[in-house]
């Protein structure tokens, strides 16, 4: 959910740019074998993937984030849970652990940029 919200981008040699949609596959085709591909969204970065061609012709990736669905959903659900219960208790320590989530995922974001935009084989 948190990758339909950026504009990624796969690089390939560091010269030709293909936008990636959210959900659609694209097919690229490399004109010489060790191509360089770099997944990214202008902010965040992959490492390059270099491919070597030995049997098979064709690679299927998928571009995924750290973050995933789930860990969202329960973040979301953590920060609410210790919110309403900080309020109801008046606990200022349960008050502040809601922002745990917050701020684990700007640390995600915005220190650990390199490895929030993944390539994955599938």
Do not use: W
């Not at 560091?14 to 010489?32: C, Q, R, T």
């Not at 191509?35 to 491919?51: A, N, R």
């Not at 860990?71 to 349960?94: C, D, E, S, V």
Request: proline content about 4%.
């Amino acid at each position: 959910m948190l990758l339909s919200f950026l504009k990624i981008r796969a690089i390939v040699n560091g010269k030709e740019i293909y936008p990636l949609a959210n959900s659609n596959p694209i097919v690229i085709h490399f004109e010489n074998n060790n191509p360089k591909i770099v997944i990214t969204d202008g902010f965040h970065y992959t490492k390059p993937l270099e491919l070597v061609y030995h049997q098979v012709h064709t690679y299927y990736f998928h571009v995924v984030c750290t973050i995933g669905d789930v860990q969202m959903f329960f973040g979301f659900i953590f920060m609410a849970l210790f919110y309403l219960l900080g309020l109801a208790t008046g606990f200022l320590f349960l008050k502040l652990a809601c922002f745990f989530p917050v701020l684990y995922f700007l640390y995600v974001f915005y220190i650990n940029k390199q490895d929030f935009i993944q390539l994955k084989a599938v």
